[in-house]
C-alpha cells in the first residue's frame, strides 16, 4: 500500500544505467557548477527519473552533469524518453549520452506511467452543493399564505 521514499539528492552515474532505458519524469532545475575534470563550469540538471530497465523506482532530486544527456533536457519539461549510452568522442574518452528510444520502447514506458497513476490515492469526488436561496424559506411561506403554489 506504502512505498519507502526514494533516494533524494543523488548523482546520477550513467555507467550504472549503460543501455537501459530511462525516464526523465520531471527536469526541475539546473545551475552551473564547477566541474574539476573538465577545469570549466558545466551545466549541473536536477531531475526525477527512473530506470525503466533496472529497478523502476522513480529517484527525486537526482542531479545530472553529463553534457551528452544535460544538452537533451530543459527545466520545466518532463517526460523524456531514452536509452543511455556512450558515443566516441576521438579524445580518448567516450561520452555518455542519452539517446533517442525506439517504438518498442513506448508501451514499457506506458505501463509504468499507468502503473504509477493509478497507485496515487484518488482525491473523492465532492458533488457540488447547489445554492441555496437564503430568502427561499420565507418566499415559500409568503406564497402558501398567498394561496400561490410553490415554483419549486
Do not use: C
Not at 553534457?67 to 558515443?87: D, K, M, P
Amino acid at each position: 500500500m506504502f512505498n519507502q521514499p526514494a533516494s533524494m539528492g543523488s548523482y546520477f552515474k550513467p555507467a550504472d544505467h549503460n543501455g537501459h532505458l530511462v525516464l526523465i519524469t520531471k527536469v526541475k532545475g539546473s545551475q552551473k557548477r564547477f566541474d574539476e575534470m573538465r577545469k570549466a563550469e558545466i551545466d549541473e540538471y536536477v531531475v526525477d527519473i527512473v530506470d525503466l530497465d533496472g529497478d523502476a523506482i522513480l529517484h527525486e532530486d537526482v542531479k545530472i552533469s553529463h553534457i551528452g544527456i544535460t544538452n537533451r533536457l530543459r527545466v520545466g519539461s518532463g517526460n523524456i524518453l531514452g536509452r543511455i549510452g556512450q558515443i566516441n568522442t576521438g579524445k580518448g574518452h567516450p561520452a555518455w549520452v542519452l539517446n533517442s528510444y525506439n517504438d518498442g520502447d513506448v508501451p514499457k514506458a506506458q505501463a509504468w506511467v499507468a502503473q504509477k497513476q493509478f497507485a496515487q490515492p484518488q482525491q473523492p469526488v465532492v458533488p457540488p452543493v447547489a445554492a441555496v436561496d437564503p430568502n427561499a424559506a420565507a418566499i415559500a411561506l409568503l406564497q402558501q399564505q398567498l394561496g400561490a403554489k410553490p415554483a419549486f
